[in-house]
Structure formats: C-alpha cells, structure tokens
C-alpha cells in the first residue's frame, strides 16, 4: 500500500484510519493533490476544509489557519492520527456541517458521492462567504454528474470547470450569489413511515425513504417484553429504534453512528428520555455485556469503496457489547458472506428470513 507522498517538496506518510487489507486503496486520491497543486500560491491564510477524509489537506496545509468541516468520527481520529505521525500538532478545529462558519475565504471541498451532502456543504459555505470567496473542489473524473454542476449554480455566480489530470478535475466557485432558493428547512428530508414521520439531514443515508434492506429488517423485527436495554449500531435517521420504541415503549435505545449528521438526524425522531446518541466508529463508551438486544444494518460500503472490514469490526464489538443470551439481529446483503464470520463469533446463528436481495441473521452468544 503507498504511503509516502510528496506535496510542495515535503514528504509525509498517511494511513488510512480503519486499516484495511486492501493494498489498493490509500489515503489520499489524485483529486486532493490537484487541489493543492491549484492553491499553492494562492495568499489566502484562513482555509476551510470539507471531506478531508485521512488529512492529507490538514497535514500539507498546517502552517495554514484551518478549520476543518467534519463528517465521521472516523476522520478524525485519521486526522489527527496522521498528523501526530508527521510530527505536527495534532489541534485541529473542527466544525460540524451544521455550524455556522465565519468569514470564508478559501475552500477546498473534496466532492462526496452524496450530491446532497455537496449542497449541504455550499450552502454552509454560501452563508459565511463575501464577495472575494473562492470554493476549489476537487472530483475523480469517473464519478462526475452534471449533478454537481447544477448544484453549484444554485450557489454561485462563477462555476468553471479545470482541464483533467490524472482522471482528477476541478470545479472552481466564485462569486456567491446573494439570494438563493432555499432555507434551512430544505436542509432536512422529511419521510413518511407507517403512520408517522421521521427527519434526516441532507447526505444521510437513503435520502428520501426508508431503504429496502432497512424495511425487510422492519418488516420481520419483533422486539420481545424483556429486551429493555437496546443498542441501534449504524443508525442511521434512527428509524429501526423508533420501531423498537413503538413495540416495547419500556424500552432504552443507545443509538450509535460514524456519521455526525445521522446522529443529529436521529435526535429530531427518538425521545430523548429514551434514547441515548454517540457518534463513533468503534462503539467507543458502548457498555460491555449491557445489551439485551443489538440491530442493525452494517455498511459495507464507504462514497465509492466497498469492503466488509469495517463490518467485521463491528460485529467484535457487537459481541462483547451484548449479554449472555441476548440477541443480535442484522440485515445484510444475500451476497455478502457474512455467515461465516458471525458463525465465529455466536454460539448460534439462523436465518430469520430471506428475498431475492436480502437476508436477516439472528445471533445470540
């Protein structure tokens, strides 16, 4: 796996925070790098930072004033992973994308693969900029929409487009517009469930609906009278411990998420007399052998990249995390093969059900 990277003459070395197998992937993507070559002599001082996933901008950037635009607990603990290994301070300001940021000058936006996190992004940035702001995202060529486009003209005046190099390309924003066609109320999906409705932020997953995978776990999911204590891992909107609260209301539900804005996502949905919410990717402050019951549906998959590793992680913890005799019960895809992993793990596992795309595992220690 390369490592090493050489940006304006320096040398760093970046990993990738969770670790992977996969010897092709790395921390840094050709399209962060044109970013860097595009603002090398740029003069502004104060920069802003969105989707720097592992830190190569916070690292080739720190004598800069950075604040950094967080989305993953993950990314931070990359962030300040690599930083600290480059022997550089590890105090990096963040802002969540729900902040209100000050006097933009400069941003660098790596595009995500959610169109609606790349507005909830401009629209952050629209609303703390002036006239002389300038936005420089940076896109693999391959995953380009004229999506992106069309968002960006919503926010502003100047949208241009660089020449490709490496199959990595720009889009450079100036001249925000003053009036634009929405509010903060476009800011959150509202989703029609059963009888009721549930909120989520732009850029949480399944925008608009309830994904189907998530619907066949609802569908088959009956929460039993003794399982009071209950942990809702990649949770996403909340929407599986709203349904557990409307089937046991004793119930506690201990929602946890990589991704800050679920987790401000579930807070709009879930009591909070009745839900506790930590954003973290490895269940960090998740009490051991506490759990009567633990659902979930694991990502397999992060923007473009697919691989089980970070499920597999989880599902360790999960372990630990659940009582004698408790229950796990998961939604997966039919092809994953995750049988033989969680087989490893409980004492027993069985099939719940399955369709033609989906199948639900129940694990008890």
């Given at each position: 796996?390369?490592?090493?990277?050489v940006?304006?003459g320096?040398?760093y070395i970046l990993?990738?925070y969770?670790?992977?197998?996969d010897?092709a992937?790395?921390a840094?993507?050709?399209?962060?790098?044109?970013?860097?070559?595009?603002?090398?002599d740029?003069?502004k001082?104060?920069?802003h930072l969105?989707?720097d996933?592992?830190?190569v901008?916070?690292?080739?950037?720190?004598?800069?004033?950075?604040?950094?635009?967080?989305?993953y607990?993950s990314q931070?603990?990359a962030i300040?992973?690599?930083l600290?290994s480059n022997?550089l301070?590890?105090?990096?300001v963040y802002?969540?994308?729900l902040?209100k940021?000050?006097?933009?000058?400069?941003?660098?936006?790596?595009?995500?693969k959610?169109?609606?996190?790349f507005?909830?992004?401009?629209?952050?940035?629209?609303?703390?900029?002036?006239?002389?702001t300038e936005?420089?995202c940076?896109?693999?060529?391959?995953?380009f929409?004229?999506a992106?486009?069309k968002?960006?003209q919503?926010?502003?005046?100047?949208?241009e487009?660089?020449?490709?190099?490496?199959?990595?390309r720009l889009?450079i924003?100036?001249?925000?517009?003053?009036?634009?066609p929405?509010?903060t109320?476009?800011?959150?999906?509202t989703?029609k469930w059963?009888?009721?409705t549930?909120?989520?932020?732009?850029?949480?997953?399944?925008s608009?609906?309830?994904d189907i995978?998530t619907q066949?776990?609802?569908?088959?999911?009956?929460?039993e009278?003794?399982?009071?204590?209950?942990?809702d891992?990649?949770?996403?909107?909340?929407?599986?411990?709203?349904e557990v609260l409307?089937?046991?209301?004793?119930?506690?539900?201990t929602?946890?998420?990589?991704f800050?804005?679920?987790i401000e996502?579930?807070?709009l949905?879930?009591?909070a007399?009745?839900?506790?919410?930590?954003?973290t990717?490895?269940?960090?402050g998740?009490e051991?052998?506490?759990f009567?019951?633990?659902v979930?549906?694991?990502?397999f998959h992060?923007?473009?990249?697919?691989n089980?590793?970070?499920?597999?992680r989880l599902f360790q913890?999960i372990?630990d995390c659940?009582?004698?005799?408790?229950r796990f019960?998961?939604?997966?895809?039919?092809?994953?093969n995750?049988i033989?992993?969680?087989?490893?793990?409980?004492?027993?596992?069985?099939?719940?059900?399955?369709n033609s795309?989906?199948?639900?595992y129940?694990c008890r220690?």
């Amino acid at each position: 796996m390369e490592k090493e990277i050489v940006i304006n003459g320096k040398e760093y070395i970046l990993n990738r925070y969770p670790e992977t197998q996969d010897k092709a992937l790395r921390a840094w993507s050709n399209a962060e790098v044109l970013v860097l070559n595009f603002i090398q002599d740029n003069p502004k001082k104060k920069i802003h930072l969105f989707n720097d996933r592992f830190g190569v901008w916070n690292c080739a950037l720190h004598e800069k004033q950075v604040e950094t635009i967080w989305t993953y607990a993950s990314q931070k603990k990359a962030i300040e992973s690599n930083l600290t290994s480059n022997n550089l301070s590890s105090e990096a300001v963040y802002k969540s994308p729900l902040d209100k940021l000050d006097n933009v000058e400069l941003a660098l936006v790596k595009i995500p693969k959610s169109i609606e996190l790349f507005e909830l992004f401009l629209y952050q940035i629209q609303q703390g900029s002036n006239e002389q702001t300038e936005i420089v995202c940076g896109f693999m060529t391959k995953y380009f929409s004229p999506a992106y486009l069309k968002t960006a003209q919503k926010y502003f005046t100047v949208v241009e487009q660089s020449k490709a190099w490496k199959k990595a390309r720009l889009l450079i924003l100036k001249e925000p517009k003053k009036e634009i066609p929405v509010s903060t109320k476009d800011l959150v999906n509202t989703i029609k469930w059963n009888e009721g409705t549930l909120k989520q932020y732009l850029g949480v997953f399944s925008s608009d609906r309830i994904d189907i995978g998530t619907q066949f776990l609802l569908e088959n999911l009956v929460v039993e009278d003794n399982e009071i204590q209950v942990l809702d891992v990649a949770s996403g909107n909340g929407i599986l411990s709203y349904e557990v609260l409307q089937q046991n209301e004793k119930a506690y539900v201990t929602l946890v998420d990589d991704f800050n804005l679920a987790i401000e996502s579930s807070k709009l949905n879930l009591p909070a007399e009745q839900a506790r919410f930590i954003c973290t990717d490895c269940m960090e402050g998740v009490e051991d052998d506490f759990f009567d019951l633990i659902v979930s549906n694991p990502p397999f998959h992060f923007e473009h990249e697919n691989n089980i590793e970070v499920s597999l992680r989880l599902f360790q913890r999960i372990k630990d995390c659940l009582k004698h005799n408790g229950r796990f019960v998961m939604v997966a895809n039919l092809h994953l093969n995750y049988i033989t992993h969680l087989e490893k793990l409980f004492r027993k596992v069985s099939v719940i059900n399955r369709n033609s795309k989906f199948i639900i595992y129940e694990c008890r220690l």
